[in-house]
């Protein structure tokens, strides 16, 4: 987040301001198709009407807004910069879902150790562009500012390093891509913006699907026949939008006890509130425990109906299996892939399991009991799923 430019007195009248800054730094006043807008505009209405902002809470949100739309320029200008960067199909992706804290993550960037992948990294989410060689990466102004972005984030919330450590070299989640559509979950997380959740929750997220397409095929445009490996828990409540911009995905799906799972998700997300709002934290985190278990639950369902429809397409990843055999588990995912573990892959893999990186920066701990739910309430709204994948177990 670039915190240098002040915030407005009012955010619901500064969509002019915003647009004005973003065209300045990109160079274009080109944001694409205006389908963005609605979302912008209820965001910024939000901003006002929501959250109880600490003075560095305002000035954190009006840079988060100000980078996503600037990422969405930067691609818009990219995609223009380079005709026929959409001239090749997205050929049969490795797509990695499921509710969040179920290993996704850990899964995700395993399996980007293997070089016969391309991903997408934090810092082309933040600046879409044709992907350059990876040696001329740390000489790019975006990569630089990525990572002195992440590093100052850091600074202000060294806990969430240990709660979801991100690099501006690795890969990470399509959810950023999504997010420049401004028809996104994430929008609503770091602060108090029920408003937004609320008109969110009614919207198709298509043409955020047809974006991030759109930006795939851009950032891998140098790299047409490189399979992609993607990851993003919130495809799960839109996996029929997944398979309409990719018919040929393969999808892995990935499972944990809900009542683990969601309470880690909301410990991750509460940890900016005391530095974005003042006061309410303890009632907001028990409005968010209940808002992301209704919300992971409805994906869940929405989830099966559409792979009821695809038969083959996914493959089914349960946490425990994961961590107790992660190579195991791995020989699954690839032979259903159709890909084969090389003997010069194989080491490199185990190399990054033994050294187990996700633990380095410390141990995320939380508690359901400090959210006012108890276990069985949290898993109550996932009906039978727990049962079918056993993950009482797991």
């Keep these: 987040m670039d915190l240098s430019y002040d915030p407005p007195e009012q955010f619901r009248t500064a969509i002019d301001q915003v647009h004005e800054i973003v065209a300045g730094e990109v160079g274009s006043d080109d944001f694409g198709p205006d389908d963005y807008l609605a979302g912008l505009k209820v965001l910024l209405q939000s901003m006002d009407y929501d959250p109880r902002f600490s003075e560095q809470g305002r ?34 992706p490795v797509v990695i879902i499921g509710v969040p804290r179920t290993g996704t993550t850990a899964l ?22 044709p992907r350059p060689p990876i040696e001329t990466w740390s000489d ?24 979801h450590h991100r690099a501006a070299e690795e890969v990470h989640e399509c959810c950023f891509l999504l997010s420049q ?10 602060h108090s913006a029920a408003t937004y959740d609320a008109w969110w929750c009614g919207q198709s997220e298509w043409p955020g699907y047809q974006y991030y397409k759109q930006c795939v095929q851009l950032i891998g445009s140098n790299e047409p026949q490189t399979r992609w490996l993607l990851k993003n828990p919130g495809h799960i409540e839109n996996l029929d939008l997944l398979f309409t911009v990719f018919p040929d995905a393969k999808v892995i799906q990935t499972h944990r006890d809900p009542a683990k799972a969601v309470p880690s998700l909301v410990a991750l997300l509460m940890q900016m509130h005391p530095i974005m709002e003042e006061g309410r934290y303890e009632q907001r985190a028990e409005n968010m425990l209940q808002r992301e278990v209704a919300k992971w639950s409805n994906a869940v369902r929405k989830c099966d109906r559409v792979r009821a429809e695809h038969p083959g397409k996914v493959l089914d990843i349960v946490h425990g299996d994961f961590h107790r055999e992660p190579m195991n588990v791995l020989e699954q995912i690839y032979d259903f892939i159709g890909m084969e573990i090389t003997d010069e892959v194989r080491p490199q893999l185990q190399q990054r399991i033994d050294e187990k990186p996700e633990l380095q920066h410390g141990v995320h701990r939380y508690s359901i009991t400090d959210y006012g739910m108890t276990e069985d309430e949290a898993r109550e709204p996932f009906g039978d799923y727990i049962q079918r994948f056993d993950l009482l177990n797991n």
């Design 59 to 92: 000035r954190i949100a009006w840079a988060r807004v100000i980078g996503t739309l600037r990422g969405r320029a930067h691609a818009i200008k990219s995609m223009k910069d380079n005709p026929g960067f959409d001239a090749n199909e997205v050929v049969s």
């Design 108 to 129: 995700h960037r395993l399996m980007a150790v293997d070089r016969r992948f391309q991903g997408l990294q934090t810092w082309l989410l933040d600046s879409p562009m």
């Design 140 to 163: 790019s102004p975006e990569f630089r500012k990525s990572a002195e972005l992440l590093d100052a984030q850091y600074a202000a919330s060294p806990e969430s390093r240990a709660a």
């Design 181 to 190: 559509s401004f028809r996104c979950n994430i929008l609503s997380c770091s």
